[in-house]
């Protein structure tokens, strides 16, 4: 007989903000290239999704830590649904006639530029998304075996490194090859690998204050030992 499964206080709402997160980073800024003069770099160019996706990937950090890695597998295939749902429902609206009228007309152009790649865009992030995520958390959870929970900077930054590595190589290729030019889809990707591991850089410290209060609330800090580290299961 299996033992009761343990309620947790905060669980539930990580979730619920990583899945709007995950959401937000590719519905919002993935589709958008920005450009910025940064002093000592120069002109970098990189996606307006930053703003959004490394706070996933810091979620999937916090989740790993604390709960373990299948409670951060259940988060990233809600995620995953979230953004299948999202992107076949921009299809089906798109694809409703349009009302007469100069304004409805407008409107629809504008939402075919701003959503019309969705369901591209949306299968490139969940591709991306889910490999890099479950590398982020398994690297993560075996470091914590290796170092006996200690050194939590260091699991963190490497997880991310290796993940985000993964997931900026596989996402721009998926969604915007062809649609950019080469160098663009290279450039941008290579920006958005060091800017979001970067952000897990200065994220430290609340990466800590977080993980510690989340700790202590939930009188949990656990070890993937014993794991079944298979992406392709939902029980935790």
């Not at 950019?180 to 897990?200: D, G, H």
Request: aromatic letters at 16%; hydrophobic letters at 50%.
């Amino acid at each position: 007989m299996d033992a009761p499964r343990r309620h947790h206080r905060y669980y539930d709402l990580i979730l619920a903000a990583f899945v709007v997160v995950l959401l937000c980073s590719n519905f919002i800024g993935a589709g958008k290239a920005a450009t910025l003069d940064l002093p000592y770099f120069g002109n970098v160019t990189f996606g307006a999704g930053i703003l959004f996706f490394p706070i996933a990937y810091f979620f999937g950090d916090i989740l790993t830590e604390v709960y373990g890695y299948a409670y951060d597998r259940r988060a990233v295939w809600a995620g995953f649904a979230a953004l299948a749902f999202a992107a076949i429902m921009a299809q089906l609206v798109i694809a409703l006639p349009v009302a007469p009228g100069s304004y409805m007309a407008n409107y629809q152009q504008g939402m075919e530029t701003v959503f019309g790649n969705s369901w591209r865009i949306a299968l490139a992030s969940m591709i991306a998304f889910c490999c890099g995520s479950f590398v982020n958390s398994y690297t993560l959870a075996k470091m914590k075996i290796l170092t006996q929970g200690r050194h939590l900077w260091m699991r963190t930054i490497g997880s991310t490194a290796c993940g985000e590595l993964v997931d900026s190589s596989l996402f721009y290729m998926l969604a915007f090859y062809g649609l950019w030019p080469i160098n663009e889809v290279l450039a941008v990707a290579a920006s958005q690998y060091v800017l979001k591991t970067a952000w897990e850089v200065l994220a430290t410290p609340l990466t800590y204050w977080v993980i510690g209060f989340l700790k202590r609330k939930e009188n949990q800090d656990y070890y993937d030992i014993h794991t079944d580290f298979t992406p392709f299961k939902l029980k935790v």
